[in-house]
């Protein structure tokens, strides 16, 4: 009960995008398309996932003092398995991606879940916290690129929504329409704790 | 006179065309997170200066001199977070002996600069863009330029938005990411500017 506790937690209520502001970069980065916050939720996800795993089992064997090293080189190790899979064998994601797959190193969430949880906790509640999170920025990514792919292309998921007279607000799919769109999605959030 | 001519475009190109934080998505938790105040978030800009072009500099040395010699080019991940986290463990050692007032200000995002993707990301496009070694410690030193730049544009508003009146749901996060959006939208005028 109290896993599956863990694990819906990173789903709404500490959403680490929408609640917790943190991993803005990839959020803001790649949200141009849904395919790409799909591929980048999942490669996060990953990474997340098995960096808790290693890091709640060897928490007792690092020195607190180069924790955060340690935990660094963990995560980076994973970010690097995850990197030459994706070359391997999605290259076109692997491409519209770039930057921003090497860049999971230093996605605030999980060194963030590395300090604030697995470095605490037992392995299986951290199995459990990193899939929720790494979910929960997921559907975050996946809520933000609907919105860009949908009004800046009238598509979602490559799939055309829009009859073809729509005309499209190339606006959202460009680097403003990101910063736009969060705002108000989590204006829009705001509203909806209020009531 | 070809050689000024050449780091200038290279200067307009990294500070206004691809800025590293309205164009590219990097960096962008220090420019949310220490943009309320004038003089912390101008601290913060030299501290990322300094760390980028320093970054830079070893990285590429790393790069050129460690990892393509040994054919370990996959490790590049690893190698270079690392060089990040020990150089700004170091700035942080030395900003707390001679500047303990910039020090107290800049609280807990001095050691949050291991963790912003700009200084990641600068090192990475060095390589990806293939720059010569003054190549790339000017680079460094122009997106920490650029980065500054838009740092302090956003404190300077930011300081000035907590007298007007924000509708309610729009406070703190929101608001500052459509202030950014407006100000991505005023970077976007600079695209396609060549020398």
Known sequence: MSNFKEFTKGLVKENPVFVMALGLCPTLGVTSSVANGIGMGLAATFVLVMANIIISLIKDLIPTK????????????????????MHAYLPALYKSLGLFIPLIVVNCIILGRAEAFAGKNKVIPSIFDGLGMGLGFTLALVVIASVREFLGNGTLLGIQIMPSSYQPMLIAILAPGAFLVMGFLMAILNMLKKK | MELAIRIFSMAIAAIFVQNFVLARFLGLCPYIGV????????????????????????????????????????????????????LVQFVEM????????????????????????????????????????????????????????????????????????????????????????GMALAFLGFAGLQF
């Open chain 2, 35 to 86: 943009s309320k105040k004038l003089d912390s978030a101008l601290g913060m800009g030299m501290a990322v200066i300094f760390v980028m072009t320093l970054a830079s500099t070893f990285t590429w040395l790393i790069q050129h001199f460690l990892l393509i010699p040994l054919q370990m080019e996959f490790l590049q991940t690893i190698a270079f977070i690392l060089t990040i986290a020990s």
């Open chain 1, 66 to 85: 180069v924790r955060i090293p340690a935990y660094i080189v963990v995560i980076a190790s994973f970010v690097t398995i995850v990197d030459m899979v």
């Open chain 2, 94 to 181: 030395v900003i707390q002996k001679t500047a303990p007032a910039l020090y107290k200000a800049l609280g807990v995002f001095l050691p949050l600069i291991t963790t912003n993707c700009a200084v990641l990301g600068v090192a990475i496009l060095n390589v990806q863009e293939e720059y010569t070694f003054f190549g790339a410690i000017l680079n460094g030193l122009f997106a920490g330029i650029g980065f500054t730049l838009v740092l302090v544009l956003m404190a300077g508003i930011r300081e000035r938005m907590d007298k007007a009146e924000v509708p309610e749901a729009m406070k703190g996060m929101p608001i500052a990411m459509i202030i950014a959006g």
